[in-house]
Structure formats: C-alpha cells, structure tokens
Nanobody
C-alpha cells in the first residue's frame, strides 16, 4: 500500500494550495481518508476527513471555511484544497487511510511540506 502525497510548497498568506494524495494497493472505497499536519515542535493534528463516498466530511475548527477535502474514486486520490492560507498553516501535511469500520488509521503517506509566509 502506498499513499503518495504531493502539492505542498511555499505560499504567501492569503494564497492557496491544493494537496493531492494518490492511493495504491488498497481498495480505495473501503477507506475513510484523512489529512493530518504536524508543525515544528507540535504534535500531529487532524485537519480533515472524508467518508468512502465523499458524502461526509469533517474539519478541525481552525480550518473550517478555508479548507475543502474531496476524493476522486476513479483516480483513488484524495485532495485538500486550502485557501486563505495563514502562517499557522505551516506544517508537514500527511494523508492517511483507515478502514471505514476502524478507528485507527492504518496507512500513512510520506508527508508534504506546506510553508506559508506572512
């Protein structure tokens, strides 16, 4: 199983970035997908999650209204569209997958760095 995250980079405050996470080696529709982030010196935190169908999403409070998670089953890819970026969004972003019947994430991507300058 591989989760390949991409799309990170340097952005200015107020800008946008779109992260992608391509999954392979698993039955994509059987997994709830999530994005997490870890800033320097901080614990990893949940950012957003999306159900197998895409019909249900969840966001941490600090990104609500600025971030949209989506998934494309045909491409086995999950996206994180981030708008109105803030310097506090700077972190390594990870995608993760958990079986829809599980509570723990089983697979993790390698992370992609997002840096937002003020």
């Amino acid at each position: 199983v591989q989760l390949q995250a991409s799309g990170g980079g340097l952005a200015q405050a107020g800008g946008s970035l779109r992260l992608s996470c391509a999954a392979s080696g698993l039955t994509f529709s059987a997994y709830y997908m999530g994005w997490f982030r870890q800033a320097p010196g901080k614990e990893r935190e949940f950012v957003a999650g999306i159900s197998w169908s895409g019909g249900s999403t969840r966001y941490t409070d600090s990104v609500k209204g600025r971030v949209t998670i989506s998934r494309d089953s045909a491409k086995s890819t999950v996206y994180l569209q981030m708008n109105s970026l803030k310097p506090e969004d700077t972190a390594v972003y990870y995608c993760a997958a958990r079986l829809i019947v599980a509570t723990q994430y089983k697979y993790w991507g390698q992370g992609t760095q997002v840096t937002v300058s003020s």
